[in-house]
C-alpha cells in the first residue's frame, strides 16, 4: 500500500514531522510499503485538491486540516488549524466518538509539530525515539523562534539554520523531497554534507546576505513596527529574523514580498522583546481575519501575484492595529 505523507513545504518543521511520521509509520504502523511526498503552501483559495489524495493512505502533518474521507492521519500544533468552523466541527465528531483519535491529532500547545509526532507516537504506539533528540531540539528551536539572539538566527553557524535557508528558498519541487528521509537517519550536519545539499548553500548564503542589506535599505520602524515592501524583489523566502537583527528595539514586524505563486504579508513579534507575553498582540487572530493564519507570536497571509494592492491596504491596516497597540 502507498502512503501519501502532505506536509508543510518550504518549512523545516513541515519536513522534520514528515521524516517523522515517515518512521514512525514504518516501524509501528506497517501498513505501507511506499511513501510519497507533496508539499503545501499557504496560498489564496482552496489548500486541497481532492484528486491530490492518494488511493492508499494520506497523511497531512504541521498543515491545516481537511474533512475529506480520503486523509487517513493529521497532525497539526497551528492556532489556526481549521479552515472552517464545520473542519473543526468535523474533528470534534471524530475525537468524540472515537473514529479518528487515533489517527487525527492536534494540539496547539506545542512549539513543533515534530515534537507532537514524536510524543504522540512514542505515548500511544510505542515508537521509540532514541536517536531523534537532535531533530527536535532544533524542529522546537527554529518553529518556535527560541534562538538565543537575533545574530544566532541571522548568523547561519548552526547545520540546522543552513538546512533551514535551503529548505525555505529552493525552488525545485523536487528537493524537500529528497531531503526528507534523510532527516531521521542521519545527523543534521550529514545531511547537509550530501552534495546535493551542499552545491545549494553557497548560492543561498550569498543570497541571504544580499536579503539582509535589501531589508536594511528598505525597513522603517515607527511606534514599534517594523515595515518593509520587496515585492519589486521576487523571492522565495528569506530568514524571518533580519528585521529584529536591524531592529532590536522593535516588537513587530510586517513585511511585503512576493514569490513564483502569492503576494505574502508576514507578521511576526520579536522572539526577543522584553514585553510580557500579556500584553502582546495574538496575530494568529489578526491574519485570520484576511484568510491568513499562524500562531500567536507569528502569521502570514497569502494574496494572489495580481492582488498587490490588496495585499498592501491589508498591510496598513494591521501596521495600524499593531501600532494602536504599543
Known sequence: MDCKIFFHDKCFDGACSASLFTRFHRECVKTADRFSYQGLVHRAGALFEDGDFGA???????????????VTWWFDHHLSAFMTPEDQADFERGQADGSQSMRKFFD???????????????????????????????????????????EAAVGMAAPAMKLTMVIESSSDALLVPKIIPLLTEMSLQEVL???????????????????????????TVEAGVITFDITDQPTEGYN??????????????????????????????????????S???????????????GHARVGAISFPRDQEAEARKAVGEIVAELRGAE
Not at 56 to 70: L, T
Not at 196 to 211: D, I, K, S, T
Not at 279 to 293: D, F, P
Open 56 to 70: 492508499g493512505e494520506n497523511a497531512i502533518v504541521d498543515f491545516k486540516y481537511s474533512a475529506s474521507p480520503k
Open 108 to 150: 496547539a500547545s506545542y512549539t513543533s509539530c515534530t515534537g507532537l509526532i514524536m510524543d504522540v507516537a512514542a505515548s500511544r504506539f510505542g515508537f521509540s525515539t532514541k536517536g531523534l533528540e537532535e531533530l527536535r531540539y532544533w524542529a522546537d528551536i527554529v518553529d518556535g523562534a527560541k534562538y538565543e539572539s537575533a
Open 193 to 219: 554534507d550530501r552534495p546535493f545539499v551542499q552545491e545549494l548553500v553557497g548560492p543561498l548564503l550569498e543570497g541571504h546576505r544580499a536579503a539582509v542589506e535589501l531589508i536594511r535599505e528598505r525597513a
Open 279 to 293: 500584553e502582546l498582540v495574538n496575530l494568529a487572530a489578526i491574519c485570520e481575519r484576511y484568510g491568513g493564519g
Open 240 to 277: 524571518k529574523f533580519i528585521p529584529y537583527y536591524l531592529h532590536p528595539e522593535a516588537t513587530y514586524n510586517v513585511g511585503l514580498s512576493k514569490s513564483s505563486f502569492r503576494v505574502k504579508v508576514s507578521v511576526g513579534t520579536n522572539p526577543w522583546t522584553p514585553k510580557p507575553v
